[in-house]
């Protein structure tokens, strides 16, 4: 069973929900790229950055817990 991970960011009165599946972090920072270059959406680098970063950290969480 694969595990569905997901990370949201609330901007002023818009929310951005990323959900997908353990393993394919990759393919979600190139989404956010994606979306931070289109015109057509609020979402911007920085969000992107924020985004990447709590992606970050909750992996080395989780991989700190793995070593333990």
């Known amino acids: ?3 569905i991970r997901q ?5 002023g009165s ?9 393993g394919r972090e990759a393919d979600v920072i190139d989404a956010f790229a994606r979306i931070a ?3 057509d959406t ?3 680098w920085f969000d992107a ?9 909750r992996l080395e969480t989780e ?3 793995v070593v333990q």
């Open 37 to 39: 270059g289109s015109p």
């Open 7 to 11: 990370l949201s960011l609330v901007k």
């Open 14 to 22: 818009q929310r951005f929900i990323f959900r997908y599946p353990a």
């Open 1 to 3: 069973m694969s595990v």
């Open 42 to 44: 609020e979402f911007d």
């Open 63 to 65: 991989l700190d817990q």
């Open 49 to 57: 950055a924020v985004l990447s970063y709590q992606m970050g950290r």
